[in-house]
């Protein structure tokens, strides 16, 4: 009997985000919009995988998954990295307000940009009325969600 990976039958859910223009079909949030290639992006994150470790894991069949990883790739979010062994090629944040995603998101800012990130949060925070306005804050967004990663 085969033994398949979580993701099989506890998928994880990747929300996409970026900044500057998305591309002609709203690359790159189009491209990871399904369970299937959000999974992928999850399951190759921590280490490159073969197609057929990410079938193993998502409890997927090969011809699926290789024309997921294609559009992946052709899309820079995934690379080979090496002969048939590919990872996710962007940085995945945790996701959520819990106190131990906001310190393990302020460290990893910290780290790549010191003191760059609490003079930014400071300065959000000064200007959190003008950004909370419609005419910065399109989506209508609560200052909690805009300032989701902020240390608190």
């Not at 921590?46 to 997921?68: F, N």
């Not at 307000?97 to 910290?110: C, G």
């Not at 950004?131 to 805009?146: I, P, Q």
Request: proline share 4%; with cysteine.
């Amino acid at each position: 009997m085969r033994k398949y990976g979580e993701k099989s039958y506890n998928p994880g859910t990747l929300v996409l985000s970026c900044q500057g223009d998305s591309g002609a079909d709203n690359e790159p949030m189009s491209c990871a919009k399904r369970k299937l290639p959000q999974n992928i992006l999850l399951s190759a994150y921590q280490e490159s995988l073969t197609i057929g470790q990410l079938c193993m894991e998502l409890g997927m069949p090969a011809a699926y998954v290789e024309d997921e990883v294609e559009n992946l790739v052709s899309n820079q979010l995934m690379k080979e990295i090496s002969s048939g062994k590919y990872q996710t090629d962007f940085v995945i944040l945790p996701w959520g307000k819990s106190e131990d995603n906001a310190n393990t998101t302020h460290q990893i800012y910290n780290t790549c940009f010191p003191g760059y990130y609490d003079a930014l949060m400071a300065f959000l925070e000064e200007h959190k009325e003008l950004l909370t306005c419609g005419k910065f804050n399109t989506a209508g967004f609560s200052w909690d969600r805009l300032s989701l990663f902020a240390s608190e």
